[in-house]
């Protein structure tokens, strides 16, 4: 049996709790065709102010650094998110 997903984005993608507190993580493209992963408290355990957070980390991050980010939003591949594709 097929599944097809919700075409909605994770609003949590690059997000996860470690402990009591939510973290960030992403790629940026630096010059010289090098990449760098990074990693960073949000230093919240409130999931909406960690999406507010995020949100204007991944913003601020490439003017402040002079890269560009490398984001992939996918969404959220739970199965309770997937629903059966019936085929005729």
Known sequence: MAYQQNPEP??????????RLYWVAFTVHLPGWQKERI????????????RRRRDQLLSDY????????????????????????VAA
Do not use: F, I, K
């Open 39 to 50: 990693r960073q408290s949000l230093g919240t355990a409130d999931l909406v102010e960690a």
């Open 62 to 85: 490439p003017r402040q650094r002079q890269c560009e980010l490398s984001l992939r939003v996918m969404q959220r591949s739970s199965r309770r998110d997937r629903q059966p594709d």
């Open 10 to 19: 994770d609003p949590d993608h690059h997000l996860w709790r470690n402990g």
